[in-house]
């Protein structure tokens, strides 16, 4: 089973930063893509970042600019940087990862609150 472990959730002003990491752990072959979602209350669950088996990343255009994803893949942990907060950021943040056999596994969520 795989089991992914979300930190660095946490309140912030508006225009902080923030540090979110997704640590992978169990038995899988691959990795093909992992994404940070959010929702909001009363909002769809929508994907902000992602991050291919290559590399290649792409984003929300409500964050490019402002946010950065990485992944480190000798320690199987995904990074979300989230720079110049603002409050409609505030959500509920996931990470998910999808093997290249097509399997979904997905965090516990941490809550990301941009207020002052």
């Known amino acids: 089973q795989v089991q992914l472990v979300e930190s660095g959730g946490g309140l912030v002003q508006p225009g902080g930063s923030l540090r979110l990491s997704c640590v992978a752990s169990?038995?899988?072959?691959?990795?093909?893509?992992m994404n940070w979602y959010r929702q909001a209350p009363g909002k769809q669950r929508v994907s902000v970042a992602l991050?291919?088996?290559?590399?290649?990343?792409n984003y929300a255009d409500s964050v490019k600019g402002r946010f950065t994803i990485r992944r480190d893949n000798a320690k199987n942990t995904m990074y979300l940087q989230m720079n110049s907060l603002k409050p409609e950021d505030t959500a509920v943040y996931y990470c998910?990862?999808?093997?290249?056999?097509?399997?979904?596994?997905w965090g516990q969520g941490t809550q990301v609150t941009v207020s002052s």
């Open positions: 998910k990862l999808r093997t290249a056999l097509g399997q979904e596994y």
């Open positions: 169990g038995n899988f072959l691959s990795i093909n893509t």
């Open positions: 991050i291919d088996h290559r590399g290649s990343t």
